[in-house]
């Protein structure tokens, strides 16, 4: 199973994507401005999209992506996320005022794209793999999602989350668990606005990492632009443990 880190980034810049993940070539975790980097015939691939939550950084360039493949795809695309997560986006988005609504084009019964409801601990197989959502805690009601491939090889991803239980009780079920791709969004020194934006520090995400029964590699994303070598530095001194790595957009990973 290959990962491909598109965007992991708490902002934008030079280098600098957000979040979007790339499971093999059919499936996208979250549809932030990585996406951009794929080109037209990596677009068409993509099969699945589930959507962690609705903040920007997280679906900015599912609209566009969706439009630059309008004529070129067969199926519909299928897009997954919370109630309230597809409730914002058909509200906010694809309402026909911001963008038209491709859940409608070029007609309803063959549209480019469908949406999809999934609720925490629901499971989804696509082909040899297996997508289960996992409720995390954030500003907005948000999911991280577990991969699973065939052989019981496991990728995690968090999505954007504060302190919670969730997590890390669906983490402890699974019989192992190889690569954790978790935020750290502020240094220890932005823990109030950590608390208030919901996003760990170091010092947080360290605390409750000794909730978790497994040793994975960590693949740490949503650095805010600026912070990265701050943030990496604290989380390097409070995990020392464990096989860490502050990821960036254009990093791939064989998870086999
Ligand atoms: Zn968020
Ligand atoms: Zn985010």
Known sequence: MWVSILGCSGGIGPGNRTTSILIDDDILLDAGS??????????CKVKHIFISHSHLDHIAFLPFLVDSIFSQIEEPIQVYGLPETIDALKKHVFNWVIWPDFSELPNKDRPVMAFNVIQP???IK???????AVAVDHVVPGLGYIVTNEAGRTFAFSGDTATNDSLWEALNN???LDTLMIESGFPNSHEALGKLAKHYTPNTLAKDLCKLKH?????ISHLKPG??????????????????TCIKSGDSINID
């Open 34 to 43: 990585g996406v951009g980097d794929l080109q037209l015939q990596q677009m």
């Open 121 to 123: 601990n629901q499971s």
């Open 126 to 132: 696509i082909k040899k793999r297996t997508i289960q």
């Open 174 to 176: 699974l019989p192992s």
């Open 215 to 219: 040793k994975p590699h960590l693949l």
């Open 227 to 244: 912070m990265e070598i701050m943030i990496s530095e604290q989380l390097h001194k409070v995990l020392n443990g464990y096989q860490l």
